[in-house]
């Protein structure tokens, strides 16, 4: 059985307080959702803690399989919200 798994993203566009700031990082959101255990969720925010890039998980909903039933029409049971933070290099001056 193969990993059913959702994963959307989308620029942050809120006001930034100061054009430094904004000029350093942006912000890109995703959304993550998928079928796992506890042992799953934990297993995947530790492949994230890996990255080389500063990510911020600002969202988890997670319910325990043990008491979901699952049908075709079952929505995951892990809902992550993940901030990845970058550089954008097109603002800065040599």
Known sequence: MGLDISLQTYKDTTDKSSKKESAQKDTIIYRVEFFGSNTDLTSF??????????????????????????????????????????????????
């Open 45 to 94: 925010l530790s492949k994230l803690e890996a990255l080389p890039y500063f990510v911020k998980v600002s969202n988890i909903d997670f319910k325990d399989l043990n008491y979901i039933e699952k049908t075709e029409d079952t929505p995951p049971n892990i809902n992550l919200t993940i901030d990845l933070y970058t550089r954008d290099d097109t603002t800065q001056k040599s």
